[in-house]
């Protein structure tokens, strides 16, 4: 496999666009966060950047997908991109202003929050359209490997700006999704579509209506939702660093870091292969190894092991995502993938938002070790349970065909 999806000259243009893109977004994630809290000190005022910029997501998840399968693809994602790009100019000009009301910097984030919305499943839609099926499970794991080394060194670089003032932390940001937009714009593949009728609610619906009917994908997405809503222990790292490992912020920036090792390390394995057999259950025992990988955290109070353990859960986590993004995409039909990413996308916003909730709630009431190994006992249990009610999931055999 290797490089194959690069040999196709629009998906290069895709690949530096999307990278471009997810770098810039983690540059202002972690700007916003930082000025909001110097400006106010309040911590749930940090609550409500993440849900400014998810209501958005839910509330235009029917839409987003419409717009994905009815549209140039190109052409949205370029508007997705100078979106943001106009989110992080007002971003600017509020830092440079000086004010120290944060209200308006919410309004700003719904507008952030849309243009990534709609972002999100149309990218997704695009990628099969760009490559053959034989060379899609190496463009999700370059993709993959591309928004892992982002969320690295897009936080660090924001860090690094953030010291001389958060206006340039988004003037360098809007002028890289300048860059990503123009890219995106650079390929050439269009994408014939039959003549749009009214919009129904059978419509925007049809993307649910499709992950109901075809087992496969329900069971793919569903798997993902329950895992990650009982996963939840990268929410709780700087309560084990502190109080359970006694590492302190240093520690728990290893940690955190040797999930993102052990992600990019199978990502990079992953663009060298193809799972051309038990891609199902494969998907199933990476699954149970996150389960056993959280469950070991938890119990640790071993600075190595606990190490160990978030570089198995990275590297775990990434070879089922894989499977399952690549999955969902060739099991359905183009005219309907944008919908279909759409409810995909949602699910999983919606499960890391509730997730962390439920980490941060349970080790409230039982303590942080408690809810830890809950949530790992929990992947397991789902794990087992699914394989049992999708059989058809875990008899998949390769992920670089349609089905």
């Known amino acids: 496999m290797g490089l194959a999806a690069f040999r196709r000259r629009d998906f290069r243009y895709f690949f530096f666009g999307k990278a471009f893109a997810s770098f810039s977004l983690h540059m202002v994630m972690v700007a916003i966060t930082y000025q909001v809290y110097d400006l106010t000190g309040d911590p749930m005022n940090l609550a409500y950047i993440g849900l400014s910029i998810f209501a958005p997501a839910f509330g235009f998840a029917l839409v987003t997908g419409y717009v994905a399968d009815q549209f140039d693809r190109r052409f949205v994602l370029a508007m997705c991109y100078l979106v943001m790009m106009a989110s992080a100019v007002l971003l600017a000009l509020f830092s440079i202003s000086g004010s120290t009301e944060v209200w308006p910097v919410f309004l700003i984030l719904v507008l952030f929050g849309t243009g990534r919305a709609f972002y999100q499943p149309t990218s997704n839609a695009l990628v099969p359209n760009l490559v053959p099926p034989e060379e899609f499970p190496n463009a999700v794991a370059w993709n993959t490997t591309a928004n892992k080394l982002a969320a690295i060194c897009g936080p660090a670089l924001g860090g690094f700006l953030y010291l001389l003032g958060p ?29 749009r009728g009214p919009i129904t609610m059978e419509v925007l619906f049809a993307g649910v209506a499709y992950v109901f009917e075809k087992k496969v994908i329900l069971g793919a997405i569903t798997l993902d939702l329950f895992v990650v809503l009982l ?102 039909p183009d005219e309907k993938r944008g919908r279909v990413s759409a409810v995909n996308s949602i699910f999983i916003n919606t499960s890391n938002e509730i997730g962390e909730f439920r980490a941060g709630v349970m080790a409230a009431w039982l303590g942080a070790v408690p809810a830890v190994v809950i949530g790992g006992v929990g992947s397991v249990i789902i794990a087992g349970l699914f394989w049992r009610l999708f059989p058809d999931l875990a008899k998949v055999e390769r992920v670089d065909r349609t089905m």
């Open 231 to 332: 996963g939840g222990a990268t929410a709780l790292l700087p309560v084990f660093a502190k109080d359970i490992l006694d590492v302190g912020a240093g520690g728990a920036g290893l940690l955190r870091a040797a999930i993102a090792v052990g992600g990019i390390s199978t990502a990079l394995v992953l663009t060298q292969i193809t799972l051309t057999r038990a891609a199902g259950r494969i998907m199933f025992i990476t699954v149970f190894i996150f389960g056993l990988a959280t469950i070991t955290f938890g119990l640790s109070s071993w600075f190595a092991l606990s190490l160990l353990a978030m570089f198995v859960l990275g590297a775990s986590d990434m070879v089922s995502v894989y499977i399952r993004q690549t999955l969902i995409q060739l099991a359905t």
């Open 167 to 195: 206006e340039f932390v988004y003037e360098v940001s809007a002028v890289v999704l300048v860059m990503a937009s123009v890219t995106v714009l650079m390929i050439k593949t269009r994408i014939a579509r039959e003549g």
